[in-house]
Antibody, heavy 121, light 110 residues
């Protein structure tokens, strides 16, 4: 069974950095991209970025360039999303998500439970 | 990098068909076949309904179908049911390992 288990909720001050983890099981972590998606309260889905666990290659949404780092640790089958210079606009639920197979042409089909990040002074 | 444009809301009666549009640009929807649709019920993770414009993953109802023309993709829900009331999002590959979501559409079953 494919499982993505994320770290717990975080409360952060403006200007600081948050790091969210996503540990996977039930499939070959290195074979499929790991995406990160966020959803602000009452708002829509926003694609954040992705990592290729096999080689560490990344792709980031333009608005996060310079303050976003997504990594993958194949020794622990865990992906990390680190976002710096936080503002209240970054308050959202952050999801990790993966295809976990080639059946859906790279589109994510499995999701973590989400991590709520609250940015507040 | 702006989001793909979807209508904020669409409604229909049970049994009817509805169509949700998703407008992008020649750099995303207009260029790539990599367009997908997700359904999200409140408090739940999104569910993949359509990938590669018109393909349904195993287990997704035949009532959901997708298409594309130029820079606009569309999701049609036929035989509308109460359980279809949810938020729907399109997404497209854009370039150099980046993707973009649509603004989202709330579907209401009257």
């Amino acid at each position: 069974e494919v499982q993505l288990v994320q770290s717990g909720a975080e409360v952060k001050k403006p200007g600081t950095t948050v790091k969210v983890s996503c540990k996977v099981s039930g499939y070959s972590f290195s074979d499929y991209y790991m995406h990160w998606v966020r959803q602000a309260p009452g708002k829509g889905l926003e694609w954040v970025g992705l990592v290729d666990p096999e080689n560490g290659g990344t792709g980031y949404a333009e608005k996060f360039q310079g303050r976003l780092t997504i990594t993958a640790d194949t020794s622990t089958d865990t992906s990390y999303m680190e976002l710096s210079s936080l503002t209240s606009d970054d308050t959202a639920v952050y999801f990790c998500a993966t295809p976990a197979s080639f059946a859906t042409s790279g589109f994510v089909d499995y999701w973590g439970q989400g991590t709520l990040v609250i940015v507040s002074s | 990098q702006s989001a793909l444009t979807q209508p904020a809301s669409v409604s229909g009666s049970p049994g009817q068909s509805i169509t949700i549009s998703c407008t992008g640009t020649s750099s995303d929807i207009g260029y790539w076949k990599y367009v997908a649709w997700y359904q999200q019920h409140p408090g739940k993770a999104p569910k993949l309904l359509i990938f590669d414009v018109s393909n349904r993953p195993s287990g997704v109802s035949y009532r959901f179908s997708g298409s594309k023309s130029g820079n606009t993709a569309s999701l049609t829900i036929s035989g509308l049911q109460a359980e279809d009331e949810a938020d729907y999002y399109c997404t497209s590959y854009r370039s150099t390992s980046t993707y973009v979501f649509g603004t989202g559409t709330r579907v209401t079953v009257l």
